[in-house]
């Protein structure tokens, strides 16, 4: 373990002058709380706020709260929330220390301090990235998840709630009695998050045993508001080679250093209930309806990353752009894209998209794990690939490449260990089955039974479960 100083504001001074952050940390206050503090936030909305901070001011400071894992408490807390970005570009790579966030809690143990910023005035805005799973959802209704044992215990009143709408409604049961109106912000890969999220906190407060119930959704419609997102970076772990990097930069052992692609992108639904920071100095585009955009990311970049990752990790290869480097890895990302193009709306260029996709999936600096991007595919997939094969069978459409790609993610259930909160169920499906009955099985745990019904749909996909493509990986 290095012996170097630790990153602190005590430290900040030694750092060089072009690393330090962008802002003053001291100039902020937690104005912004941010549920899901991982690297992906610190990447992405954490940079746009401070530049936006740096543009026009306000104070605009991040309590970042971690939902289960201190790891990030342990990391960040130490160190005042001061921590390194550094974007890994294909010459080398940039790094600069972001000073946004100026606490960090953990929703447990620091749940009562939550609710207090949840509820205080001057924080306007609360932003979420905690993937598709953390919201506890029920991909087939859409609905709140009443049955997962984690949201019973939250509605039976534990004392403090482990799930984020429930930690979430309970905040806007306290800031109801001071009356202010807040924006939630959801920021993970779901089409219409800000919709689903709104949803998931009504149907929660409505299933609560409180008596003031009825009025709490009466104020949320009224003053909490649920602007949808778009946002777009790649962020890999953080490897103890990017420690390093970071430590030789700095002068500094920095423990909650992250990386990131140089693209960023953040589209926002302009639809705020309260004051926000100045985001689109930072370069965020507030449009009327992101779902053009959301539909585009999840089925073009989200869609084409699922599938060389399973095609890939079956072929040998371990990163992204080991699948760019063999002779069909760009092949199939052009051919999946040009298949699900024609389910976009909205006038926006497919072709364009994919040739920055190639571009970027191609960043070897990136090293991009496939088994990173393989997790959850259960609760993936669903708006990912099933989708576009319902909008594209619905019209006569042919869909060779979302055949090639449901069986390549069969068959990951099928060989490996998938990482998924679906794993005993996925698992279940292939007991005692094989061929298209599997492969039923596995759609049925998806919520597709309609798709499993589909025979020429599950018949190619057990084609190619039974002679998949010979592919190999160029390391």
């Given at each position: 373990?290095?012996?170097?100083?630790?990153?602190?504001?005590?430290?900040?001074?030694?750092?060089?002058?072009?690393?330090?952050?962008?802002?003053?940390?001291?100039?902020?206050?937690?104005?912004?709380?941010?549920?899901?503090?991982?690297?992906?936030?610190?990447?992405?909305?954490?940079?746009?706020?401070?530049?936006?901070?740096?543009?026009?001011?306000?104070?605009?400071?991040?309590?970042?709260?971690?939902?289960?894992?201190?790891?990030?408490?342990?990391?960040?807390?130490?160190?005042?929330?001061?921590?390194?970005?550094?974007?890994?570009?294909?010459?080398?790579?940039?790094?600069?220390?972001?000073?946004?966030?100026?606490?960090?809690?953990?929703?447990?143990?620091?749940?009562?301090?939550?609710?207090?910023?949840?509820?205080?005035?001057?924080?306007?805005?609360?932003?979420?990235?905690?993937?598709?799973?953390?919201?506890?959802?029920?991909?087939?209704?859409?609905?709140?998840?009443?049955?997962?044992?984690?949201?019973?215990?939250?509605?039976?009143?534990?004392?403090?709630?482990?799930?984020?709408?429930?930690?979430?409604?309970?905040?806007?049961?306290?800031?109801?009695?001071?009356?202010?109106?807040?924006?939630?912000?959801?920021?993970?890969?779901?089409?219409?998050?800000?919709?689903?999220?709104?949803?998931?906190?009504?149907?929660?407060?409505?299933?609560?045993?409180?008596?003031?119930?009825?009025?709490?959704?009466?104020?949320?419609?009224?003053?909490?508001?649920?602007?949808?997102?778009?946002?777009?970076?790649?962020?890999?772990?953080?490897?103890?080679?990017?420690?390093?990097?970071?430590?030789?930069?700095?002068?500094?052992?920095?423990?909650?250093?992250?990386?990131?692609?140089?693209?960023?992108?953040?589209?926002?639904?302009?639809?705020?209930?309260?004051?926000?920071?100045?985001?689109?100095?930072?370069?965020?585009?507030?449009?009327?309806?992101?779902?053009?955009?959301?539909?585009?990311k999840l089925r073009l970049l989200n869609g084409a990353h699922s599938l060389i990752a399973y095609l890939g990790l079956a072929a040998g290869c371990e990163t992204v752009a080991d699948v760019m480097d063999t002779p069909w890895g760009e092949r199939v990302v052009r051919a999946y894209t040009a298949e699900v193009a024609a389910t976009l709306t909205g006038g926006l260029s497919a072709e364009t998209y994919t040739d920055d996709l190639i571009e970027r999936f191609a960043n070897h600096a990136m090293q991009h794990r496939l088994r990173q991007i393989a997790a959850d595919g259960s609760l993936k997939i669903p708006e990912r690939w099933l989708a576009p094969v319902r909008e594209l069978r619905a019209a006569g459409g042919q869909t060779p490449m979302l055949e090639l790609a449901l069986a390549a993610w069969a068959r990951h259930t099928r060989d490996g260990e998938p990482?998924?909160?679906?794993?005993?169920?996925?698992?279940?499906?292939?007991?005692?089955?094989?061929?298209?009955?599997?492969?039923?099985?596995?759609?049925?745990?998806?919520?597709?039974?309609?798709?499993?019904?589909?025979?020429?749909?599950?018949?190619?996909?057990?084609?190619?479960?039974?002679?998949?493509?010979?592919?190999?990986?160029?390391?």
């Amino acid at each position: 373990m290095s012996t170097a100083d630790r990153l602190s504001r005590a430290t900040l001074p030694r750092v060089p002058e072009p690393l330090r952050p962008a802002v003053d940390p001291a100039s902020l206050r937690p104005r912004l709380v941010h549920l899901g503090i991982g690297a992906f936030h610190r990447a992405h909305q954490a940079v746009y706020t401070e530049r936006a901070e740096a543009a026009h001011g306000g104070g605009w400071g991040i309590a970042g709260v971690t939902q289960r894992s201190r790891a990030v408490v342990d990391q960040l807390r130490p160190q005042d929330g001061l921590y390194s970005l550094t974007r890994r570009e294909p010459n080398g790579p940039a790094i600069r220390i972001v000073g946004s966030v100026t606490e960090v809690l953990h929703a447990i143990d620091d749940g009562h301090r939550l609710t207090a910023l949840l509820a205080n005035p001057d924080v306007a805005v609360v932003t979420i990235t905690v993937t598709e799973k953390g919201y506890r959802w029920d991909p087939e209704t859409g609905g709140l998840a009443v049955g997962d044992p984690l949201v019973r215990c939250d509605l039976a009143g534990a004392p403090t709630p482990t799930t984020v709408v429930g930690q979430l409604v309970a905040g806007l049961r306290a800031r109801m009695r001071v009356g202010a109106p807040i924006s939630v912000v959801s920021c993970d890969n779901m089409v219409g998050n800000g919709e689903v999220t709104a949803r998931l906190v009504r149907e929660y407060a409505a299933a609560s045993s409180w008596p003031e119930r009825e009025r709490l959704l009466d104020w949320i419609g009224s003053a909490v508001a649920f602007p949808s997102t778009v946002v777009d970076r790649i962020v890999p772990a953080t490897t103890g080679a990017d420690l390093r990097t970071a430590e030789l930069a700095l002068g500094l052992r920095d423990e909650g250093a992250v990386v990131g692609e140089p693209f960023s992108q953040w589209i926002v639904q302009d639809a705020f209930a309260a004051d926000r920071p100045r985001w689109e100095a930072a370069g965020v585009a507030f449009v009327p309806d992101v779902r053009p955009h959301q539909i585009m990311k999840l089925r073009l970049l989200n869609g084409a990353h699922s599938l060389i990752a399973y095609l890939g990790l079956a072929a040998g290869c371990e990163t992204v752009a080991d699948v760019m480097d063999t002779p069909w890895g760009e092949r199939v990302v052009r051919a999946y894209t040009a298949e699900v193009a024609a389910t976009l709306t909205g006038g926006l260029s497919a072709e364009t998209y994919t040739d920055d996709l190639i571009e970027r999936f191609a960043n070897h600096a990136m090293q991009h794990r496939l088994r990173q991007i393989a997790a959850d595919g259960s609760l993936k997939i669903p708006e990912r690939w099933l989708a576009p094969v319902r909008e594209l069978r619905a019209a006569g459409g042919q869909t060779p490449m979302l055949e090639l790609a449901l069986a390549a993610w069969a068959r990951h259930t099928r060989d490996g260990e998938p990482d998924d909160p679906a794993a005993a169920r996925l698992r279940q499906a292939w007991a005692d089955r094989r061929g298209a009955d599997a492969v039923r099985a596995l759609l049925a745990v998806l919520g597709a039974d309609d798709l499993a019904e589909d025979a020429s749909l599950t018949a190619a996909v057990t084609t190619h479960l039974a002679d998949p493509p010979r592919l190999g990986c160029v390391q």
